[in-house]
């Protein structure tokens, strides 16, 4: 099935903590990357999730935030992902920012030209990704 969302990962979930309304699914990626994501407890049990199950994440490019430099802030995102730019991408107002994690996976994010100037981002520089657990969908093969 086609899908508009520019990333998508096909994993493993590695852990579930289950509450009465959300579950929160931690999803471990081939490389070992991780990815977590809140679902409600009722789509997790109408996905059949458990662990070892095969699992995809899928995020919108324009939900990721990037952040470069040193952490001197603390972010309420639970997906904050360390990497390095591989590809920027120029359109007519915005740039797809091209993240690669340690274990491989690539993470596409869409920002402004402004704030990929700002950022100094450019193929080689280090960068996090951030994007909340509520933005991640997933989905299970049938």
Known sequence: MPISARNRFDGIVTALGRGPINTEVELTLPGGDKLV??????SADALGLALGTPASAYIKASWVMLLAGQDEVRFSA???LRGQV???D??????DV???LPGGS???????????LELGLKPGAAATVLFKASHVIL????
Do not use: C, D, W
């Open 37 to 42: 994501a809140i679902i409600t407890s009722q």
């Open 139 to 142: 989905g299970v093969p049938t």
């Open 86 to 88: 591989v590809q920027l």
């Open 106 to 116: 690539r993470i596409h994010a869409v920002i402004t030209h402004e704030a990929a």
């Open 90 to 95: 120029k359109g007519a107002v915005n740039s």
């Open 98 to 100: 091209v993240v690669e």
């Open 78 to 80: 639970r997906n904050q």
